[in-house]
């Protein structure tokens, strides 16, 4: 397993040491041991969540606030993403900027994406298996949630706005200026 430090401090990728054979493959896609030595951290990962889309699906930009905020460990089972982290750390010098990757079936890159983030994909493929682990548990009254089309975010999402599928919440997200943790 690798750790690869992004443009945004505590935002890590991680590449896991696969492993091939005539059968296949094998990796770790977890290892709460080797991630938290790896990252310096001591992470409690609790909830895990997967999510199937289908092409041009947009879901994001989220995050939860308060007691509730979310670590997360995030890749892609199947099929292609465009990951977004967004630093919404108000004392951060990169606050308002975001990293982002592409995540897919091949590459079994992971994102971590630390407290204090907004979070979203885009899927790339025909469908997508979206799988992620959670150091806090959903609380619907403390979701947050900032639009994915901010012009202060200014993210090339690389799809044009018609081709998304965007969920009726997602779509009348507030900007960042109002973003909330
Ligand atoms: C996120 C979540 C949703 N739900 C429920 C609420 C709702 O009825 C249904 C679908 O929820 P959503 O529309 O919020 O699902 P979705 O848009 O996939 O939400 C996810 O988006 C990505 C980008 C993230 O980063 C995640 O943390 C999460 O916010 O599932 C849970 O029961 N537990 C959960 O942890």
Known sequence: MKVIET???????????????????????????????????????????????????????????????????????????????????????????????ELNEYNKMQLFIPRGFAHGFLVLSETAIFSYKCDNLYNKESEGGIIFNDPELNINWQMQDEELIISEKDIVLPPLKNAQL
């Open 7 to 101: 443009n945004l401090k505590g935002c890590y990728i991680i590449e896991p040491k696969i492993f091939e054979d005539k059968r296949g493959y094998f990796f770790e896609s977890f290892n709460n041991d080797k991630f938290n030595e790896l990252i310096s951290s001591n992470i409690k990962f609790i909830q895990d969540n997967e999510s199937f889309s289908s092409k041009g699906v947009l879901r994001g930009l989220h995050y939860q606030r308060g007691e509730f905020a979310q670590a997360k460990l995030v890749r892609v089972v199947k099929g292609s993403v465009l990951d977004v982290a967004v630093d919404l750390r108000k004392n951060s010098p990169t606050f308002g900027e975001h990293f982002k990757i």
